[in-house]
């Protein structure tokens, strides 16, 4: 399970990135000889093992020994360190976790796929659906990321519909890295008070997002 990179963001969030390549008995290996504590909850599908292995291993590496991972009312990711706001996404081959001291954030990763075309109704709205181009998975696939890193920020609380309760504009600054930064609202504030920064990959997109007044 190689370690990619740590991220950090202008907000003061870090992400950690891990490449997963490893099978479930490689990872129950490594758990054996780190002697971290399995995570609970692992009748489930495969695939689903292996995310809540990964998960754990990277923040046994970020955090050390003794921190609980659980999830508040809504089912966000939660741990047992004061005043530590964390975000957890994965997909096919990668898994992240965001970390910020401060405040709260959420945090998507997504591999560019077809799918997201079939499916990119549920997540744009009108004036989306107009100006990213319907043929585009990249574009397509920041948006995605971008609206489900809004919805894990307010744990839902801004409304359960990514097509109408949160909204994302186009690209208006580059920083180092490549990373994109872009607008964004969520219900009920009609107002762009949020930003996204998001970053191609290699096959996949991710997005950070946060409230715009811990940028300034």
Same mark, same amino acid.
């Given at each position: 399970?190689?370690?990619?990179?740590?991220?950090?963001?202008?907000?003061?969030?870090?992400?950690?990135?891990?490449?997963?390549?490893?099978?479930?008995?490689?990872? !129950?290996?490594?758990?054996?000889? !780190?002697?971290?504590?399995?995570?609970?909850?692992?009748?489930? $599908?495969?695939?689903?093992?292996?995310?809540?292995?990964?998960?754990?291993?990277?923040?046994?590496?970020?955090?050390?020994?003794?921190?609980? !991972?659980?999830?508040?009312?809504?089912?966000?990711?939660?741990?047992?360190?004061?005043?530590?706001?964390?975000?957890?996404?994965?997909?096919?081959?990668?898994?992240?976790? =965001?970390?910020?001291?401060?405040?709260?954030?959420?945090?998507?990763?997504?591999? $560019?796929?077809?799918?997201?075309?079939?499916?990119?109704?549920?997540?744009?709205?009108?004036?989306?659906?107009?100006?990213?181009?319907?043929?585009?998975?990249?574009?397509?696939?920041?948006?995605?990321?971008?609206?489900?890193?809004?919805?894990?920020?307010?744990?839902?609380?801004?409304?359960?519909?990514?097509?109408?309760?949160? =909204?994302?504009?186009? $690209?208006?600054?580059?920083?180092?890295?490549?990373?994109? !930064?872009?607008?964004?609202?969520? =219900?009920?504030?009609?107002?762009?008070?949020?930003?996204?920064?998001?970053?191609?990959?290699?096959? +996949?997109?991710?997005?950070? +997002?946060?409230?715009?007044?811990?940028? =300034?």
């Amino acid at each position: 399970m190689p370690f990619i990179d740590t991220i950090h963001y202008p907000d003061g969030s870090a992400l950690h990135l891990w490449q997963q390549s490893e099978g479930i008995d490689e990872m !129950l290996d490594m758990f054996r000889r !780190l002697d971290v504590p399995l995570p609970s909850g692992l009748d489930c $599908c495969e695939k689903r093992v292996g995310e809540k292995l990964a998960e754990a291993l990277l923040l046994h590496r970020i955090f050390g020994g003794g921190v609980t !991972l659980g999830h508040s009312a809504v089912g966000a990711p939660v741990v047992n360190v004061e005043g530590v706001h964390i975000s957890i996404s994965h997909t096919y081959g990668w898994v992240g976790v =965001a970390r910020n001291d401060h405040h709260r954030i959420g945090f998507d990763i997504e591999q $560019c796929s077809d799918r997201v075309l079939r499916v990119r109704e549920r997540f744009l709205n009108k004036n989306e659906l107009q100006e990213i181009p319907a043929c585009d998975v990249q574009e397509n696939t920041l948006a995605w990321t971008a609206k489900e890193a809004i919805y894990k920020l307010y744990g839902g609380e801004r409304g359960p519909s990514l097509c109408n309760d949160y =909204a994302v504009g186009k $690209c208006v600054q580059v920083i180092n890295r490549g990373y994109i !930064l872009r607008p964004a609202m969520a =219900a009920p504030q009609r107002t762009f008070d949020l930003t996204v920064i998001s970053q191609v990959m290699s096959g +996949a997109v991710m997005s950070l +997002a946060v409230e715009t007044k811990y940028l =300034a």
